[in-house]
C-alpha cells in the first residue's frame, strides 16, 4: 500500500477547510451528545419531581418549546424557553436555558450563545452541569474566539478522571491546529485517541484529525496518525485484509 496513495486520499477528503471543516460537520454530534447528558439527568429529575409534586406544566411547556423550534419558529420557541426559564419548576428551568443556547448557536448567535453557557457555568451549583456549560462554550469559541478564550474554559476539565475529559480534549486539539500549536493539538488527540474509555466514533475521529496533520506535514511521527491513514486508505479503496501465507517447511 503506497503512503503517497494514503495521504492523497485522506488530502483530497479533507483539504477544503482541513480539521475546521470536519470540526463543522461533527460538532452538532459533539454537542448533541453533551446536550443529551443534560437532558437525561433533568428529564430524570424532572420526572421524579412531577411524581413528587403532581405537576406537569413545566414538563409540558419544554416539550411545546422544543416542538416550536423543530417546526421552525424559533422566536415562538426561545420566549417559551425564557418564559420556562423565569417560572419553571424541578430541574426545567436549567434544562431551558441549556436548550436556548442551543438554538442560539443553531441560528448563527454564537456570541449570545456563550456569554449564556458562560452564565450557566458561574450559576449551576452542579459542578457537572457548570463544566458541561463551558465545555459546549468552547466548542463554539474554536471558530469564533482565540486558543486562550478556549483554554480559560476547557483547560482544566481535559484531565484525567473528568467525565467530560474527552470533549474538552477534542475542543482543546482543535483551538490548538486552528493557532497553529500544531505539538500540543497533536497531544490533544493522542490523549483521546489513547483514552480505553472513549467511544469507537470518537476514536475514529481523532484518527481523521491526526491523519490529516500528517497529510499536512504539520506532525512527522505519530503511529497513530499512520494507522488512522491506513485505516482510511483500505475503507476508501475497499481493501480487504488477507492473512499471511503459512511459512513453507
Known amino acids: 500500500m503506497s503512503q503517497d496513495n494514503i495521504f492523497h486520499e485522506v488530502d483530497e477528503e479533507l483539504r477544503s477547510d482541513r480539521m475546521r471543516a470536519l470540526w463543522r460537520r461533527v460538532m452538532p454530534y459533539v454537542i448533541g451528545a453533551a ?20 405537576a406537569a406544566q413545566s414538563s409540558d411547556e419544554f416539550y411545546t418549546a422544543l416542538d416550536l423550534a423543530d417546526g421552525g419558529d424559533v422566536a415562538a420557541a426561545q420566549a417559551q424557553l425564557d418564559q420556562l426559564a423565569a417560572d419553571g419548576s424541578g430541574s426545567y428551568p436549567v434544562l431551558a436555558q441549556f436548550a436556548k443556547a442551543g438554538l442560539l448557536a443553531s441560528e448563527g448567535n454564537a456570541a449570545e450563545a456563550v456569554a449564556l453557557y458562560d452564565s450557566l457555568a458561574n450559576t449551576q451549583s452542579d459542578v457537572r452541569l457548570r463544566e458541561l456549560a463551558l465545555v459546549l462554550a468552547g466548542s463554539l469559541l474554536v471558530d469564533t474566539g482565540t486558543l486562550a478564550d478556549v483554554e480559560a474554559r476547557v483547560g482544566t476539565i481535559a484531565v484525567e478522571g473528568n467525565p467530560l475529559r474527552n470533549a474538552a480534549r477534542e475542543t482543546l486539539g482543535l483551538a490548538q491546529y486552528k493557532a497553529a500549536n500544531y505539538a500540543a493539538a497533536q497531544a490533544s488527540f493522542e490523549a483521546v485517541l489513547n483514552d480505553p474509555l472513549a467511544q469507537s466514533t470518537v476514536r475514529n475521529r481523532m484518527g481523521y484529525y491526526l491523519a490529516q496533520m500528517l497529510a499536512a506535514g504539520v506532525i512527522t511521527e505519530s503511529p497513530e496518525a499512520e494507522a488512522a491513514a491506513e485505516a482510511i486508505d483500505e475503507a476508501l479503496t475497499g481493501a480487504e485484509v488477507t492473512p499471511a501465507e503459512p511459512a513453507a517447511n
Request: charged share 5%.
Open 35 to 54: 446536550v443529551g447528558v443534560v437532558a437525561i439527568v433533568a428529564i430524570n429529575e424532572g420526572w421524579q419531581w412531577y411524581h413528587a409534586n403532581n
